[in-house]
């Protein structure tokens, strides 16, 4: 049995996934270069989403296989102590073209609120 409610956990990946999604509308891969809070900003939440699938449940990750699991946890590892050679366009598109469809699929594993 997990220490911490796959729901809470799940709605924390999706909170910060929507976080990360906003903060980068309207900004551009070049404000990831020029812009230093900016990329501390979607580092950090993309490691705080890392951390939280690191939460969930084995049996809930083994009941929903088609989420990336190990790939967003092995992402939070490599960022964590990589944090000097950080690929910024990795990053870049894991806000805003890997996180975006995550959302609904996450959800929907949510309690109906």
Do not use: C
């Amino acid at each position: 049995m997990s220490r911490h409610d796959d729901r809470i956990t799940l709605r924390q990946m999706v909170d910060h996934i929507e976080e990360a999604v906003a903060i980068a509308q309207g900004r551009t891969r070049a404000d990831v270069e020029s812009d230093r809070l900016l990329f501390l900003a979607l580092l950090k939440l993309v490691e705080i989403v890392g951390e939280a699938a690191t939460r969930v449940s084995a049996p809930m990750q083994a009941a929903h296989p088609e989420f990336p699991w190990r790939g967003i946890i092995g992402t939070r590892n490599r960022l964590v102590h990589g944090y000097d050679s950080v690929d910024r366009d990795i990053l870049w598109d894991i806000v805003t073209l890997d996180f975006p469809p995550l959302i609904p699929r996450l959800r929907a594993l949510l309690p109906p609120a």
